[in-house]
């Protein structure tokens, strides 16, 4: 069976629901509003403790997660994971996740994607639990996602019925034009 290369998206689909999507806060894309670095998935448990996915699906982009300057350390982090597509799953790309990150692989069997954890993160032992307000600011970021999606939803059924009706426009020119030879 061919492999398939699975997207960023995919790979967060994945990675929440690996987590849990009814048991955590899971919000994709935080750069704002909570005080820390961009996060690719950042999970928030009961207790308020985070954890980050940073995904990478390319080794050029895991070398170059090097030159951030912030190290993907913050007091409001407790677990810092890399989410990997499993052809990074080698020994050359893995020396460039920091030791203390826990792993994470993608992993395609017959026609579905699996999630295993390779590595277990280390505890960062000066973090601190999301205040009641941090929590609530990171619902609120992850509720303002939903209408950005809901918008390109419905800009997507709309260029699908214009792509459909042009094609059926088509199929009518050539149907017309066969008969006229």
């Not at 460039?96 to 960062?124: M, S, T």
Request: proline share 3%.
């Amino acid at each position: 069976m061919k492999k398939v290369v699975i997207s960023t998206e995919e790979i967060e689909s994945k990675v929440a629901h690996f987590f849990g999507i009814r048991t955590h806060l899971i919000v994709p894309n935080v750069s704002w509003g909570l005080g820390i670095h961009e996060c690719d998935l950042l999970i928030c448990s009961k207790s308020g403790y985070c954890t980050e996915v940073e995904i990478k699906i390319s080794k050029s982009d895991l070398i170059k997660d090097k030159e951030k300057t912030h190290g993907h350390k913050n007091e409001k982090i407790k677990y810092l994971y890399f989410a990997i597509p499993e052809k990074l799953e080698t020994p050359d790309i893995i020396e460039h996740i920091p030791p203390d990150a826990g792993i994470l692989v993608i992993r395609q069997i017959k026609n579905r994607y699996h999630v295993k954890k390779i590595r277990e993160a280390v505890k960062n032992k000066n973090c601190r639990a999301l205040t009641e307000r941090e929590q609530y600011e990171m619902a609120r970021l992850g509720a303002l996602r939903i209408w950005g999606l809901k918008n390109k939803c419905t800009n997507y059924k709309k260029d699908y019925k214009a792509m459909k009706e042009r094609i059926t426009q088509l199929e009518e020119e050539i149907y017309n034009w066969r008969g006229k030879k």
